[in-house]
């Protein structure tokens, strides 16, 4: 479950709600404050069910079980062939780039294309806590949604819930950092 992130949650629910949904966003913020789940949560909310086994929903994300860093040009044809189809359940094909500031130059520039010539009714979700290391070129096509830590209120708001001691309850506020 997602807790915060109410500014970008009713952001996005009013730009579906009024027919202005982009193809392209750059989820930018710090590292592991919930913006590959956010990013998740927008394909539910868009397409009415979970992204698991959908063949409407690709992530990527470098193979770091394998060994390998980064985002490879590959891995960008292989969104630009996704892309390509029809949405099979629809009504939106969704790509999550997870850290993608580890695209190579050659998938950068493989990616411009996809973002130059969206395909109708797909959405590409770039998410990174290093935008700046994207080239200016791919930032200038994305419409950038920036998150910030959750409030320490929010999470101590949310741990009450789970009926924890307030020791545990301060120390994993402490330690999620928002």
Same mark, same amino acid.
């Given at each position: 479950?997602?807790?915060?992130h109410n500014?970008?949650?009713? #952001?996005? =629910?009013?730009?579906?709600?009024?027919?202005?949904?982009?193809h392209?966003y750059?989820?930018?913020?710090p590292?592991?404050?919930?913006k =590959?789940?956010?990013? !998740?949560?927008?394909?539910? +909310? !868009?397409? =009415?069910?979970?992204?698991?086994?959908?063949?409407?929903?690709? +992530?990527?994300?470098?193979?770091?079980?394998?060994?390998?860093?980064?985002? #490879?040009?590959?891995?960008?044809?292989?969104?630009?062939? %996704?892309?390509?189809? =029809?949405? #099979?359940?629809g009504?939106?094909?969704?790509?999550?780039?997870?850290? /993608?500031?580890? +695209? $190579?130059?050659?998938?950068?520039? /493989?990616?411009?294309? /996809? &973002? @130059?010539?969206p395909?109708?009714?797909?959405?590409l979700? &770039?998410?990174t806590?290093?935008?700046?290391?994207?080239?200016?070129?791919?930032?200038?096509?994305? @419409?950038?949604?920036?998150?910030?830590?959750?409030?320490?209120?929010?999470? $101590? @708001?949310f &741990?009450r819930?789970k009926?924890?001691?307030?020791?545990?309850?301060? %120390?994993?506020?402490?330690?999620?950092?928002?």
């Amino acid at each position: 479950m997602l807790i915060g992130h109410n500014k970008q949650k009713n #952001y996005f =629910k009013n730009v579906i709600k009024n027919n202005v949904l982009g193809h392209a966003y750059l989820l930018s913020g710090p590292e592991m404050i919930g913006k =590959k789940l956010f990013a !998740l949560g927008l394909y539910e +909310l !868009l397409n =009415k069910r979970k992204p698991e086994n959908d063949p409407d929903f690709k +992530l990527i994300t470098p193979r770091i079980e394998e060994g390998e860093t980064k985002l #490879y040009i590959e891995d960008i044809r292989d969104v630009k062939k %996704f892309l390509s189809y =029809k949405a #099979y359940n629809g009504p939106y094909k969704v790509v999550v780039i997870d850290d /993608a500031h580890r +695209l $190579t130059i050659e998938a950068s520039n /493989a990616l411009l294309k /996809a &973002l @130059e010539e969206p395909s109708a009714q797909s959405i590409l979700l &770039l998410v990174t806590h290093m935008p700046k290391s994207l080239s200016g070129t791919i930032l200038s096509r994305c @419409e950038e949604v920036a998150f910030l830590p959750t409030k320490t209120a929010e999470v $101590t @708001e949310f &741990l009450r819930d789970k009926k924890l001691n307030k020791s545990d309850e301060e %120390f994993l506020t402490k330690i999620s950092f928002g």
